[in-house]
């Protein structure tokens, strides 16, 4: 959804369009890459969304060409180091702590249990995604209830190339097919919307044009059901979700995901692998729209 940028210094726009919280990630320039500054002030919209009685529907979106290219491995506003307040969990700071314990704190906080938190919100919440939706882009828009797509979205996880299964929060398996989870992981390629759309990942495919109507009509459709109605439905269906095992799923692979970060820093470069943004690249045979400003 495009608007002008209102502040360098605040990675996420708060914009109510009458029932409908508009909540858009402004990093355009890094392609949406996330970083924690952004986490936590995607986790005040999404609060600031819940509190406010008139809205009744959330829409995410992203500024720019992209949705988001993901978790923050490479941008001069990366801050994977420093403190923040911990809202999603109990773990304690990760900042001055070492190995396995700083990494297993800080993405029990901003991954795993900020996507949990978000996917509770009780009313619904459309994603709108353009361009690129690639490994923690994923993550965002799989917490959303339902995903509108351009023509020229693409979904990815290529983490593999890391030595790791998938991102934080694995919900390949319950957003599409096991076996078409298993090629999307083993091969790394992109899916496009079409495909997307095919496997039930994504509801709607709008040309990249009318990405924002489409987006928005069906928001506001949605939020001509009344409140109560709405959150009840959605938290049943989360249920019967996690009784098809999305949550235990969940924690056992973040176990198995944090012992493939373990793995490398003990056999190679660091805990990625030796596989920093530039290697990502290269292995995918993409390129940054803005040489070494991109996310992988």
Same mark, same amino acid.
């Given at each position: =959804?495009?608007? &002008? ?12 369009? /009458? ?11 890094? $392609? ?5 500054? =952004? ?21 995410? &979106? ?24 911990? $809202? ?105 919307? $079409? ?5 039930? =990942? ?9 990405? @924002? ?10 939020? @001509? ?10 938290? &049943?269906?989360?249920?019967? @979700? ?30 990625? /692998? /030796? ?16 040489? /070494?400003?991109?996310?992988?």
């Amino acid at each position: =959804m495009s608007a &002008a940028r209102t502040t360098s210094a605040e990675p996420v726009r708060y914009e109510r369009r /009458g029932p409908v919280a508009v909540v858009t990630m402004d990093r355009p320039e890094y $392609r949406n890459a996330q970083n924690s500054a =952004m986490t936590y002030a995607l986790d005040r919209a999404f609060y600031r969304a819940a509190d406010d009685g008139e809205v009744k529907v959330v829409v995410l &979106a992203g500024a720019g060409e992209h949705f988001s290219a993901g978790h923050d491995i490479g941008t001069p506003e990366r801050d994977a180091h420093l403190s923040f307040e911990r $809202r999603a969990g109990l773990w304690w700071d990760h900042s001055d702590k070492e190995g396995a314990e700083s990494r297993f704190a800080r993405e029990s906080e901003v991954y795993l249990g900020m996507c949990r938190r978000w996917r509770e919100l009780p009313k619904p919440v459309v994603a709108s995604v353009q361009g690129a939706c690639v490994a923690g882009g994923l993550m965002l828009a799989w917490v959303c209830d339902l995903i509108v797509a351009s023509e020229d979205a693409f979904f990815a996880d290529p983490v593999v190339r890391m030595g790791i299964p998938g991102v934080e929060y694995f919900a390949h398996p319950w957003v599409m097919p096991p076996r078409i989870a298993k090629e999307f992981l083993y091969t790394g390629d992109r899916m496009s919307a $079409r495909r997307a759309h095919q496997v039930g =990942m994504v509801n709607r495919v709008a040309p990249r044009a009318e990405l @924002e109507a489409v987006t928005m009509e069906l928001a506001h459709r949605i939020a @001509e059901m009344p409140r109560m109605g709405l959150a009840l439905t959605k938290r &049943a269906v989360n249920q019967a @979700e996690d009784l098809q095992g999305l949550h235990t799923g969940m924690d056992a692979v973040f176990g198995l995901h944090h012992l493939a970060h373990a793995h490398n820093a003990e056999t190679a470069r660091d805990a990625l /692998g /030796g596989m920093d943004i530039h290697a990502m690249l290269r292995r995918s045979g993409g390129r940054p729209p803005c040489p /070494g400003k991109a996310d992988a």
